[in-house]
């Protein structure tokens, strides 16, 4: 992506849970602290096709088809077979839009400061960097 400009491209977030409930959740709740989320674009990509708990390649490559706008699609996930999904769709290299990173963060504080960062207009790097600091976020 280095020969692409980027420039006023918003970083797109997608979320990957088991439940499309969940998902959706976290989502409205990223972009309402982000202040509307302006223009960040957010898809959440919960549950299985069949509206089941687990996980979907497809909805996952569709979410993050979505909100490509061209500056990177940083995807966040909850449990462990939902980092697997998006590990295999990497791994194929054209299930998903190029510039996607799987971003290790915890799930709602990082998808909050992962669109609260987009919103400012961060690059994928920054995205990244803030929502792995929120593993640092304490509750004490």
């Not at 998903?96 to 909050?112: H, K, N, Q, S």
Request: hydrophobic share 55%; no cysteine.
């Amino acid at each position: 992506m280095s020969d692409v400009d980027v420039a006023g491209k918003p970083v797109g977030i997608v979320l990957v849970s088991h439940s499309a409930a969940v998902a959706a959740s976290v989502a409205e709740l990223a972009q309402a602290l982000a202040g509307g989320g302006a223009g960040v674009p957010v898809a959440a990509a919960g549950g299985t096709a069949d509206g089941g708990l687990g996980t979907s390649a497809e909805l996952v490559s569709a979410a993050a088809a979505s909100v490509d706008r061209g500056a990177g699609v940083a995807v966040l996930t909850d449990l462990g077979s939902a980092v697997l999904t998006v590990k295999a769709l990497l791994a194929e290299g054209d299930e998903l839009p190029e510039g996607t990173r799987l971003i290790d963060a915890p799930f709602v504080e990082g998808a909050v400061a992962a669109v609260v960062t987009a919103s400012a207009g961060a690059d994928i790097a920054a995205v990244e960097a803030a929502a792995r600091e929120a593993y640092a976020y304490r509750k004490e």
